[in-house]
T-cell receptor, first 115, second 115 residues
Framework: AQKVTQAQTEISVVEKEDVTLDCVYE???????LFWYKQPPSGELVFLIR??????QNEISGRYSWNFQKSTSSFNFTITASQVVDSAVYFC????????????FGTGTSLTVIP | GAGVSQSPRYKVAKRGQDVALRCDPI?????LFWYQQALGQGPEFLTY????????KSGLPSDRFFAERPEGSVSTLKIQRTQQEDSAVYLC?????????????FGPGTRLTVL
């Protein structure tokens, strides 16, 4: 079973529009960590945010914001006033609190911002 | 910069050849991870090192895959008798400690194409 689901395969928006990328996760752990990474065309995964399961406060960083809701097992990512440079593939990832060391990545959402 | 580096960035191999992929983690980082990313997919865990010890190799797809980190810094992922299904981007990541909460920082990847 997929532990992290990103149902949106591809999204296109016009520059300056807001866009939300969805992420739904599945775990039986009470302690876990959620991440978002950006993968631009260069291929390198760029860390955006980490959130632990005990902290449900939403977070805003500039044009980026994250909405963590344990009740729906979701960790959605919103980009406000999108820019062309935001075009990339975005991955949501889960790391469980067990002594395993894996990140479980979703299949990614490819975002294209049209100028 | 002092990020994770990988070499070569691109590798083309004929089926049956052996390949070796190198990862230079961030200096001083204890943990090192290898991932395989197929086209259009999220990264999938291959193996994990804590210093020179390979603590988890559950993601290695076959015994043709071998990884080492003999001095606890540079790591090499070796694939013997390459097959076409091995074609993928191989990502290396490192994190500062052995703590599973630590953020992983990724290198640019090596794109392996097996003909």
């Amino acid at each position: 079973a997929q532990k992290v689901t990103q149902a949106q395969t591809e999204i296109s928006v016009v520059e300056k529009e807001d866009v939300t990328l969805d992420c739904v996760y599945e775990t039986r752990d009470t302690t876990y960590y959620l991440f978002w990474y950006k993968q631009p065309p260069s291929g390198e995964l760029v860390f955006l945010i980490r959130r632990n399961s005990f902290d449900e406060q939403n977070e805003i960083s500039g044009r980026y914001s994250w909405n963590f809701q344990k009740s729906t097992s979701s960790f959605n990512f919103t980009i406000t006033a999108s820019q062309v440079v935001d075009s990339a593939v975005y991955f949501c990832a889960l790391r469980e609190g067990l002594p395993g060391n894996q990140f479980y990545f979703g299949t990614g959402t490819s975002l294209t911002v049209i100028p | 910069g002092a990020g994770v580096s990988q070499s070569p960035r691109y590798k083309v191999a004929k089926r049956g050849q052996d390949v070796a992929l190198r990862c230079d983690p961030i200096s001083g980082h204890v943990s090192l991870f290898w991932y395989q990313q197929a086209l259009g997919q999220g990264p999938e865990f291959l193996t994990y090192f804590q210093n020179e010890a390979q603590l988890d190799k559950s993601g290695l797809p076959s015994d043709r895959f071998f990884a080492e980190r003999p001095e606890g810094s540079v790591s090499t992922l070796k694939i013997q008798r390459t097959q076409q299904e091995d074609s993928a981007v191989y990502l290396c990541a490192s994190s500062r400690t052995q703590d599973s909460t630590d953020t992983q920082y990724f290198g640019p990847g090596t794109r392996l194409t097996v003909l």
